[in-house]
C-alpha cells in the first residue's frame, strides 16, 4: 500500500522560530508536493519538487523554503515562523498520474 | 493558465438521496481530471480520476464522474448518499504527468440523517 508520512500531525510553534515539516514517501516517487490548505481557498502550492536536489516554487513560496536532499524526504522550512503562517499543510507525491497525500500537519504559530 | 472552479462551497442532503458537486476546469489541452475526498483531520484520497477514453468513469464508494469536454465539466456524482460520505470533496487538474495539479475551492457535504 502506497504511503506517504507526514512527521507531525499537530504543531505549536512561536513566532520567529524556524520550523520543519518533513515528509516521506516510499513509492519511489520522482515528484513532490507541499501544498497549504486554508479554508475557502483549497489547496495552494508552495513548492514542488522533480527530483532529487531539484526545486519550483509554487503559487505561495514566499516565507518558506524547501529541501530535499534524498528522494524519498521533502522537507518544508519556515525560516522564522509568523502568525498567518498557522494552517493545514499537506505534502504529496506523485510519478506519473495522481498524487497521493500524507494525513497533513496542523500547524498553529502563536 | 489552468484553474478550477467548485460552484458549490457547502451542499447538504438527506441521507439516501442522489449527489452531485459540479465541476469545472480551464485548460487548454486535455487535461487529467480528479475528484479528492477529505475526512475532518485527515489527508486526501482519491475517489476517481479520467485521463481518456470512456467519459464516464466508476470510483470508490460508490462514486462515479461524467467528463463533458464541451462543458469544460467533471461533476462527481452518487445515487445514493451515505451519512460517511460527510466529507470535503476536490475537484483537480493534473498536467505534465504528474509534475503539476491545481485543485478547485472545494465543497463541503453535509448529510442528514
Known amino acids: 500500500d502506497v504511503k506517504v508520512t507526514q512527521s507531525s500531525r499537530y504543531l505549536v510553534k512561536r513566532t520567529g522560530e524556524k520550523v520543519f515539516l518533513e515528509c516521506v514517501q516510499d513509492m519511489d516517487h520522482e515528484n513532490m508536493f507541499w501544498y497549504r490548505q486554508d479554508p475557502g481557498l483549497g489547496l495552494r502550492l508552495i513548492y514542488f519538487?522533480?527530483?532529487?536536489?531539484?526545486?519550483e516554487k509554487g503559487d505561495i513560496p514566499e516565507g518558506y523554503s524547501v529541501s530535499r536532499e534524498k528522494k524519498e524526504r521533502f522537507s518544508l522550512i519556515l525560516e522564522s515562523a509568523s502568525t498567518n503562517q498557522t494552517s493545514m499543510y499537506l505534502c504529496?507525491?506523485?510519478?506519473?498520474?495522481?498524487?497521493?497525500f500524507g494525513q497533513g500537519t496542523r500547524l498553529t504559530v502563536v | 493558465a489552468q484553474s478550477v472552479t467548485q460552484p458549490d462551497i457547502h451542499i447538504t442532503v438527506s441521507e439516501g438521496a442522489s449527489l452531485e458537486l459540479r465541476c469545472n476546469y480551464s485548460y487548454g489541452a486535455t487535461p487529467y481530471l480528479f475528484w479528492y475526498v477529505q475526512s475532518p483531520g485527515q489527508g486526501l484520497q482519491l475517489l476517481l480520476k479520467y485521463f481518456s477514453g470512456d467519459t464516464l468513469v466508476q470510483g470508490i464508494k460508490g462514486f462515479e464522474a461524467e467528463f463533458k469536454r464541451s462543458q469544460s465539466s467533471f461533476n462527481l456524482r452518487k445515487p445514493s448518499v451515505h451519512w460517511s460520505d460527510a466529507a470535503e470533496y476536490f475537484c483537480a487538474v493534473g498536467k505534465n504527468y504528474g509534475q503539476n495539479f491545481v485543485f478547485g475551492p472545494g465543497t463541503r457535504l453535509s448529510v442528514l440523517p
Open positions: 504529496a507525491s506523485s510519478k506519473n498520474t495522481e498524487a497521493f
Open positions: 519538487s522533480y527530483d532529487v536536489k531539484m526545486k
